[in-house]
Each structure stands twice: as C-alpha cells, then as structure tokens.
C-alpha cells in the first residue's frame, strides 16, 4: 500500500518537529525515514526523549500513538525551547515560571550579606535579565510587573526578610537612568515594549523570512498614515505586539527612522 504524507517540519538546532495527521500508517512511515537518516547519517535519534503532542486529537490516542514508537505523550502545556507553547500571555499562571526564578534567586543570596552596590549590580544584572526572554515575546501584564518590581525592590532595600526597613528613594527614581539621578535599574515594562517593537521592525525591515510569510498571509499586514496594521484580526501575541503602535515609545521609534528608495525595488509610487 503506497502512502503519501504530507507533512511539514520547522528545525532550530538540533531540534526537529514534524507536523503530520493522527495517523499510525503515517507515523509508521515518519520513522522509517528517520530510520533511513539515522543509517545514512551516522546521527542517532533518541526516541526517548521525543514527544507526540496532539492538536484537538484525544489523549487517549495520542498515548496509544506514543506506546506505539516508543516515546512520550504531552500536551501544549509542555515548553519548547524555554517558551510554553499556546498559552495566554495575559494569565498569571503563564508568568509563573518567571516569578519563581526570581524568587529562587533571592533564596541563593543572602541581601544581608550584600552591600548596597553589591544588591544593585546583582538586580541590575540577574533579576533584570531573567525574564528578557518571555518579554521578548509576550506583554508583561501590570500585575506581573508590578510584582517583579516588588521583589527587586524589596532586595535592594533588604526587604526579602521579617526585618523592619524602609524605601530610602522611590522607586521610580531607582529606576531613572544615572544622568537623570537615578540608578540605571531601568523599568521592566518599557524593556518589554521595546523588546515587543523589535518585531514591528523586523516585519517592517526588507527581508523574507517564514514567519514573515506566515503573518503576511493570515493578517495582511499594511501602512496607513505611516501606522503599520493588520488588515485581518491577529490572535492575542501580535494582538499585544501591535497595541504599542498607539503608545509614545512608538511615536519616539518613528521619529528617529527614516525611509530610504534605495534601488527602488521594495518601493511602489503608484
């Protein structure tokens, strides 16, 4: 019996997912030919540690596919390359990982040990850092910034214990950049809309790339009045990517651009 898969794959490093129907014909196939790779390449595959993961495809099904070649069953609550996959960045619990590092740092130090610039340098270059990453893609919600807020603030001022103290400055002066008298912390949610505005620009940069294509063709992206919008309603990610255009940080962006024809072959005057 001849079969035809059709089936697309996206590969980062040395990770690898395969898109193909709840098929056990079609899976038997897939790892035939990963099979054939691993004789003609000399690179094993450790099915162990892969995973089958159903989109709208019982779990019942998806264990018996799992039972079938050998490897584990998850859900989309699982983490691919340190992001969840599929979740809502507006919920709490999707910045629970981030906030329990944030708190499993602290536990590692002792803030009573630390002096003052000891604290500063380690907020300004661990706890400040930690959760980068998801603020390069999702929108930190207030409560979560507030929080993490917190807690730096609490370290720096040796607050993490039952000890009584005291804010010495507000934290919004904390915060401030050194020439304007403060101490160069930065604030959480302005480097989450500018990590957020780096897509804007990517997607406004000359270039092709597949997510480019992707979020072309399912929201038709286009200029009106020099604003970037989405002809087509996009789903929460690039629903909160796109609320900066209405924010100053983006009037500040497109005050220091410029547009330049070029050789005119990414340019239309009509």
């Known amino acids: 019996m001849q079969i035809h898969i059709r089936k697309i794959h996206l590969q980062y490093a040395d990770n690898t997912l395969i898109f193909i129907p709840a098929d056990i014909d079609q899976l038997v196939?897939?790892?035939?030919?990963?099979?054939?790779?691993?004789?003609?390449?000399?690179?094993?595959?450790?099915?162990?540690?892969?995973?089958?993961?159903?989109?709208?495809?019982?779990?019942?099904?998806?264990?018996?596919?799992?039972?079938?070649i050998f490897c584990r069953s998850d859900s989309l609550s699982n983490k691919y390359l340190g992001m969840p996959p599929g979740v809502n960045?507006?919920?709490?619990?999707?910045?629970?990982?981030?906030?329990?590092?944030?708190?499993?740092?602290?536990?590692?130090?002792?803030e009573r040990l630390l002096s003052m610039a000891g604290r500063l340098c380690l907020i300004k270059s661990v706890l400040t850092s930690l959760p980068i990453y998801f603020m390069s893609v999702f929108k930190i919600p207030k409560g979560v910034g507030k929080l993490l807020s917190s807690i730096q603030r609490r370290f720096l001022w040796c607050r993490c214990t039952k000890q009584r103290s005291f804010y010495k400055i507000q934290w919004r002066l904390?915060?401030?950049?050194?020439?304007?008298?403060?101490?160069?912390?930065?604030?959480?949610?302005s480097k989450n809309r500018a990590l957020l505005l780096k897509w804007i620009w990517r997607l406004s940069s000359p270039g092709i790339g597949l997510w480019k294509?992707?979020?072309?063709?399912?929201?038709?992206?286009?200029?009106?009045?020099?604003?970037?919008?989405?002809?087509?309603?996009?789903?929460?990610?690039?629903?909160?990517?796109?609320?900066?255009?209405?924010?100053?940080?983006?009037?500040?962006?497109?005050?220091?651009?410029?547009f330049m024809v070029g050789n005119d072959s990414l340019t239309s005057f009509c």
């Open 29 to 68: 196939q897939v790892k035939r030919i990963l099979k054939w790779s691993t004789l003609s390449s000399g690179l094993h595959i450790n099915f162990h540690k892969s995973s089958i993961i159903g989109i709208n495809v019982d779990d019942h099904l998806c264990l018996r596919l799992a039972t079938f």
């Open 89 to 110: 960045p507006s919920r709490i619990s999707t910045w629970k990982p981030v906030i329990e590092k944030f708190r499993k740092r602290l536990h590692m130090w002792k």
């Open 174 to 189: 904390v915060i401030c950049d050194k020439k304007q008298g403060g101490l160069g912390v930065g604030s959480l949610i």
């Open 213 to 258: 294509i992707i979020i072309s063709l399912m929201y038709n992206p286009a200029y009106k009045n020099g604003i970037l919008i989405f002809c087509n309603q996009p789903f929460k990610i690039w629903k909160d990517i796109m609320s900066i255009v209405h924010t100053d940080i983006h009037h500040v962006f497109t005050n220091h651009c410029k």
